[in-house]
């Protein structure tokens, strides 16, 4: 069972534009949605979280956006750049027991054309 | 401040060896690491969470006879893959949680070991 859903699979942006990465969870138990940034032969990067008591967060380009009763949240970076070609990665972990395990999203290959 | 190292990046072996990837947290102690692995072109699949001191948790579908871990430190944490196999080779990929501050979820994540098994 997949619990957290990412897509699209693969996104085209021009230099300047918008890209946006959605993700859907379906465990309501998550109380933590971090994005990664990878790029190939690296590890992942965390580039912005966000806690469920708060509907958005920026920082720099990238905002995230957070609907708790869709049980969704998205990816928005503005102003894309060349260099901001990867793969990024939702996720969600719940605090305490479950040792703050973090579920991953299948991917997103981001590629802004110059 | 938050690094992971790993080591080796990369490691060729002959099928029937055992290999070991080095996890460290370089400036924090870490609570947890996780192993993660993932195969070209896919997600990160957690196989294994160890905590300091004690036997690490296995995912469902791993083998911990083969992927042996040991977390000796706050700082170290380490994976045998005994008696690899073609089949097991793969990225494989560290994170650490730290003890204090932040939001205590959070990982960070080391660059990653590259196995090819021959």
């Known amino acids: 069972q997949q619990q957290v859903k990412q897509s699209p699979q693969s996104l085209i942006v021009q230099k300047g534009g918008i890209s946006i990465i959605n993700c859907a969870y379906e465990?309501?138990?998550?109380?933590?949605f971090p994005w990664y940034q990878q790029f190939p032969g690296k590890g992942p990067a965390l580039l912005i979280a966000?806690?469920?008591?708060?509907s958005e967060k920026k920082e720099g380009r990238f905002t995230i956006s957070f609907n708790k009763s869709a049980k969704q949240f998205s990816l928005h970076i503005m102003d894309s750049q060349p260099g901001d070609s990867a793969t990024y990665f939702c996720?969600?972990?719940?605090?305490?027991?479950?040792?703050?395990?973090?579920?991953f999203g299948k991917g997103t290959l981001l590629t802004v054309n110059p | 401040g938050a690094v992971v190292s790993q080591h080796p990046s990369w490691v060729i072996c002959k099928s029937g060896t055992s290999v070991k990837i080095e996890c460290r947290s370089l400036?924090?102690?870490?609570?947890?690491m996780f192993w993660y692995r993932q195969f070209p072109k896919q997600s990160l699949m957690l196989m294994a969470t160890?905590?300091?001191?004690?036997?690490?948790?296995?995912e469902q579908g791993v083998e911990k006879d083969k992927f042996l871990i040991n977390h000796a430190s706050l700082t170290l944490s380490t994976l045998t893959v005994t008696s690899a196999h073609p089949e097991d080779s793969s990225f494989y990929i560290c994170?650490?949680?730290?003890?204090?501050?932040?939001?205590?979820?959070?990982?960070?994540f080391g660059p990653g070991t590259r196995l090819t098994v021959l």
């Open positions: 966000i806690r469920p008591d708060v």
């Open positions: 996720a969600a972990s719940t605090s305490g027991g479950s040792n703050y395990k973090l579920t």
């Open positions: 465990n309501t138990a998550f109380d933590y």
């Open positions: 994170s650490a949680r730290s003890l204090a501050g932040g939001w205590g979820n959070e990982q960070f």
């Open positions: 160890s905590n300091e001191g004690s036997k690490a948790t296995y």
């Open positions: 400036d924090f102690q870490a609570t947890t």
